[in-house]
């Protein structure tokens, strides 16, 4: 019950973080990258920000309760780039540069705009569906 | 428990617009085939490469992960050129 309830929270202060970040404007995430043209680069603050706060509770405390259930320190040592990480990367990219929308965004999205994302949403767990029948064929 | 993070997800961006009074700007840059084309890519690319923005991006790149940073290094490069070359396609088009 606890554990859901956090989960709840983390899940909206996430979407109020996109919200309040300009994360959840198209048109802003196509300037971020943008850089050949009228660039603007303050999404990038968004993302240090991110990073510094989960790389600290990753370290300090993530890592190890993860090493008390699992015994493995999960992703932080070997790690093999393989072709489904570039292959995927890159379907991605296309997407994100076409849409100026990703994941986090699109769910954060859905009660804003349903009209407009519900469609997207379908769409995109299609891709999610056969992506992964094609990763299990590629690996 | 995923399930309950994805609603918390949707539930933020409201509660941000009672709280603060204000409007969201959101302004799409495409329509029609276009749009759902993109839908359709962000699936097979986040569930063939793993992760995205989110999962690569913050939480790869937090724990210093080497396939994260491959991964966010490959997809912000393909983001700027399909943005160059999209902005490019339009400038012509018009």
């Known amino acids: 019950m606890k554990g859901l309830l956090v989960a709840l929270l983390c899940g909206v202060i996430f979407g109020i973080g996109l919200a309040l970040a300009g994360m959840l404007n198209p048109s802003k995430i196509i300037g971020f990258l943008n850089i050949f043209g009228l660039w603007d680069p303050s999404l990038a603050f968004v993302m240090i920000g991110g990073i510094t706060v989960n790389a600290a509770a990753s370290h300090c405390f993530i890592k190890k309760i993860e090493f008390k259930q699992t015994r493995f320190y999960g992703g932080y040592f070997k790690e093999n780039v393989d072709k489904p990480l570039i292959i995927g990367s890159t379907l991605f990219g296309l997407g994100w540069g076409l849409s100026g929308l990703c994941p986090g965004p699109i769910v954060a999205s859905l009660a804003i705009d349903p009209g407009g994302m519900s469609l997207f949403m379908i769409v995109l767990m299609f891709g999610l569906w056969s992506g992964s029948r094609i990763k299990a064929k590629i690996t | ?94």
Request: glycine share 12%.
């Open chain 2, 1 to 94: 428990m995923a399930n309950f993070f994805l609603v918390g997800l949707v539930m933020g961006p409201l509660l941000f617009l009672i709280l603060s009074g204000s409007d969201l700007n959101i302004t799409p840059v495409s329509n029609g085939p276009m749009f759902y084309l993109a839908a359709l890519l962000i699936g097979l690319g986040t569930s063939i490469g793993s992760g995205c923005t989110s999962g690569h991006g913050i939480c790869g790149l937090a724990r210093f992960s080497l396939r994260s940073l491959i991964a966010v290094l490959t997809f912000m490069f393909v983001g700027v050129l399909t943005v160059y070359f999209s902005t490019l396609m339009k400038w012509f088009i018009q």
